[in-house]
């Protein structure tokens, strides 16, 4: 099993940046691909981010490229989701998940196999 718990969410204005954590234990945290999702009410829960294991490849869905950066660091069982230039839409629950089987970069939620609690990004116009 794999525990995952994020932390980092809260209120911000439009323009405003947030880092987001989600700190893993349970399994050897190199060997999971990490991903990041979010969920607005009454919507699906949707692909934001992902990165491998080793950190050298990362994928993001093209609504957030250029703004949100995704990285880990190995050494601290953490994966981190570096938002910048926010916008209103993207308040959400964000959630981080892992997996550690072979999945696309693009992959959607059922390809992943544990998940964090989520926390809560509010951007206000």
């Known amino acids: 099993q794999v525990q995952l718990v994020e932390s980092g969410g809260g209120l911000v204005q439009a323009g405003g940046s947030l880092r987001l954590s989600c700190a893993a234990s349970?399994?050897?945290?190199?060997?999971?691909?990490m991903g990041w999702f979010r969920q607005a009410p009454g919507k699906q829960r949707e692909f934001v981010a992902a990165i491998s294991w080793s950190g050298s490849n990362t994928y993001y869905t093209d609504s957030v490229k250029g703004r949100f950066t995704i990285s880990r660091d190995n050494a601290k069982n953490t994966v981190y989701l570096q938002m910048n230039s926010l916008k209103p839409e993207d308040t959400a629950v964000y959630y981080c998940a892992a997996t550690e089987r072979i999945i696309s970069p693009g992959a959607g939620p059922n390809a992943y196999d544990y998940w964090g609690q989520g926390t809560q990004v509010t951007v206000s116009s």
């Open positions: 349970g399994r050897t945290f190199s060997s999971l691909r």
